[in-house]
């Protein structure tokens, strides 16, 4: 057991992590990853929409960004709880998790964590999405359940360096 643990895929402890910083292209944010996580270059817009995701280099660890720029005429705190919640508590993955109210920073908040099974390995992930008042922010982080326990420093690291920076400009 210990020969399968010398080799297998580890992410470094928070203390012993390097961060880096990244800005979005779109100028809509800014926060601190892993040094050793990998930028997905490919970003397509699509009706006011991206993502930006991020892979380690050092396990099956996950970080996907949704940025959603274009929001129909009159959307609201209330639309954006109900959107979130459903979103999170019918998603069409087939998870099913349980959306709980919270705070991101200054804003209103949808947040869920939960296990799946992928082929013989248990993942855990956590979704967090926020309403800006002109953007909903989505950020999802997952993980092998094996690491979750030397990740959860470090997803909250990226998560409390992230940044909404003013929204300058209206994605087609």
Not at 28 to 49: D, M, Q, R, S, V
Not at 50 to 75: C, E, M, Q, W
Not at 118 to 144: A, H, W, Y
């Amino acid at each position: 057991m210990k020969l399968f643990s010398f080799f297998s895929r580890n992410e470094p402890d928070f203390e012993d992590t390097r961060f880096e910083k990244f800005e979005d292209s779109l100028q809509n944010f800014l926060f601190f990853y892993p040094g050793h996580w990998k930028f997905e270059e490919t970003t397509a817009i699509i009706e006011g929409e991206y993502t930006i995701n991020f892979h380690s280099r050092k396990s099956d660890t996950h970080l996907s960004i949704d940025v959603k720029t274009r929001l129909p005429a009159g959307f609201d705190e209330k639309k954006f709880i109900k959107s979130a919640k459903d979103e999170i508590e019918n998603p069409s993955a087939g998870v099913i998790s349980k959306a709980c109210k919270g705070k991101f920073g200054e804003h209103r908040c949808m947040a869920t964590d939960y296990i799946y099974s992928k082929g013989n390995m248990q993942f855990r992930g956590e979704k967090t999405i926020f309403f800006t008042g002109d953007r909903v922010f989505s950020l999802f982080f997952t993980c092998p359940v094996s690491q979750y326990d030397r990740l959860k420093k470090t997803f909250a690291y990226v998560k409390d360096s992230f940044t909404i920076k003013p929204k300058k400009m209206m994605l087609i």
